[in-house]
């Protein structure tokens, strides 16, 4: 057969690219279900959470009911005792007793949500801001010579790194380092 | 015929030194591409296209389309090869007074052509392994770049010195003694499927009776045939084109 060698090296190399990318979707496949696994552990355990709150919060909810329904009741008996309610009057000030509840409840969330804000502002208040905010530049020995490096601060972090000169680098051994300063892979890893 | 020897070889050398100083990495760029693969499986993560992989893919396109002209053109280690395989003969002729250019008999060099593919093989378990990152310092490759880009290599590069001058004492007694024997990216280009037409083939009938001065010249001992079992080892030197006293050799389907 004419180029029989030709033809045999094209089929190496189709197997050998078929091989990359069989492995390439199998180890893919376990990275998906590595990450199914940890998100439903996630959702687990917030649902969980969630579920204590809820309790939590119906129970906080049952006791202050209670409590006001004493009260109420004490009220309705102070008041028939002194003087002869009307059925009317009762009615309203149990609709009363409901809108302050109400009132209360969602005060009570306010509050609590007011307390959450101020204490996280206060925390990034009070916290000396440890860096200037401005842009610098260094310089440092690469494998070819020079390179020059310039980082932004802004609000007291680290918001931007540009490479400003490597002019002896080799571009692809520097790519795949400036791939390193991607802020998509660095901001997580930073906050931590 | 001899300015016509001459006159390829000039135009040969000047392409390999603008392609040494403008591009004197690229061998080992397209290498680290094929590493990088293998890097991959040993961190068990999916194989990502990359910076390196670029240049591979480029070089690997060019080889299939075109030949191994990079290799014979523009890989700046095989420059070195020739420059030193150059003056060590001029020496060895004139200064010597020797007959023949340094070269290794046929059998030879058939049979350490084969060495390159156990290197490359060894270099990729290494890197599939993940012990290839314990291996620092031992590759030639790195302190040929590291002395191009002006940098003495340190103390942890004693292997990779010794090695870098066992090959450049082995590259002034075999013309590409390197390339066809060691070269890991060698061994990748050589097992690449070449289009048929871009290969050097020639028209045996037009053949003068034992002549044989295109596979005497050739720095693999290749014969020169189109596509034969060895054709991968073809540089594209086209020194056995040069040579032809027939002008007898030609790509193409012809």
Known sequence: MKNQNFYMRVLCLVVIIG???????????????TQNEELTKRVDALEKQQQEILTALQENFD??????????????????????ADSTENTDSA????????????????????????????????ADPVYKDGTYTGDGQ??????????????????????????????AYLSQGKAVIDPVSWKPRAQM | MKKRIRKTRLIRAGIQLLFF??????????????????????????????????????LVLATILFGRHFCGYACAFGSLGDALYETFSWF???????????????KAVYFMQKIKYVILAAILLACATGTYGKLQGTSPWDVFSMLRAGRLPGAS???????????????????RFFCQFFCPMGAVFAILPIVPGALLKRDRANCPQKCGACK???????????????????????ACQAICPKQNIHTGDA
């Open chain 2, 92 to 106: 060895w002729i004139k200064v010597l007074h020797r007959k023949k250019k340094p070269a290794y008999p046929e």
């Open chain 1, 142 to 171: 690469g494998f070819g010579g020079n390179i020059q490096v310039q980082i932004t601060i802004a609000d007291d972090t680290l918001t931007d790194i540009q490479v400003v000169s490597a002019e002896k680098e080799d571009s």
């Open chain 1, 63 to 84: 006791v202050q009911e209670k409590a006001k329904a004493e009260s109420e009741k004490q009220k309705t008996e102070t008041t028939k005792s002194e003087e002869n």
């Open chain 2, 21 to 58: 100083i403008l591009a004197p990495s690229l061998f080992s760029t397209a290498f680290a591409g094929v590493r990088s693969i293998f890097d991959s499986i040993s961190q068990g993560t999916p194989v990502e296209w990359n910076s390196f992989l670029d240049i591979t893919g480029i």
């Open chain 2, 157 to 175: 590069y004693k292997v990779g010195v010794l090695l870098l001058v066992l090959i450049m004492i082995g590259m002034c007694t075999q013309e």
């Open chain 1, 19 to 33: 091989a990359v990318l069989f492995y390439n979707s199998r180890t893919q496949e376990k990275e998906y279900q």
């Open chain 1, 95 to 126: 609709e009363n007793a409901d809108s302050a509840e109400n009132a209360d409840s969602t005060e009570n969330a306010d509050s609590t949500e007011n307390a959450d804000n101020t204490e996280t502002a206060t925390s990034t208040d009070t």
């Open chain 2, 216 to 238: 005497k010249r050739c720095p693999a001992h290749l014969d020169i045939d189109g596509d034969t079992s060895r054709s991968g080892e073809c540089i594209c030197c086209h």
